[in-house]
């Protein structure tokens, strides 16, 4: 059993950045790709960046389109999502994951309980 806890999130203004980190205990953390989702209210939940367990990162260059960067560090069991030039639309809960990422999907297996990342126009 993964136990996945996100912390970094918070309020900022257009333009600014946060960097989000998932700290995973209880498992085999370089064994999984790692994840980072997102949900605003009344939106379904969105992906945003995968690293699998080579440390290829995949994004959704839709919505991050270059801002944001997917990293791991296996020796802390961390993964981290550094988010610049923020938008009033990158407004939502973060969710951190822990699964597999095959056939162009992440499917998380652990899920964070989600941090709260607020922009402010």
């Known amino acids: 059993q993964v136990q996945l806890v996100e912390s970094g999130g918070g309020l900022v203004q257009a333009g600014g950045s946060l960097r989000l980190s998932c700290a995973a205990s209880g498992g085999a953390f370089s064994s999984y790709a790692m994840g980072w989702f997102r949900q605003a209210p009344g939106k379904e939940r969105e992906f945003v960046a995968a690293?699998?367990?080579?440390?290829?990162?995949?994004y959704n260059t839709d919505s991050v389109k270059g801002r944001f960067t997917i990293s791991r560090d296996n020796a802390k069991n961390t993964v981290y999502l550094q988010m610049n030039s923020l938008k009033p639309e990158d407004t939502a809960v973060y969710y951190c994951?822990?699964?597999?990422?095959?056939?162009?999907?992440?499917?998380?297996?652990?899920w964070g309980q989600g941090t709260q990342v607020t922009v402010s126009s």
């Open positions: 994951a822990a699964g597999r990422f095959t056939m162009g999907t992440m499917s998380g297996d652990y």
């Open positions: 690293i699998r367990r080579s440390g290829t990162m995949i």
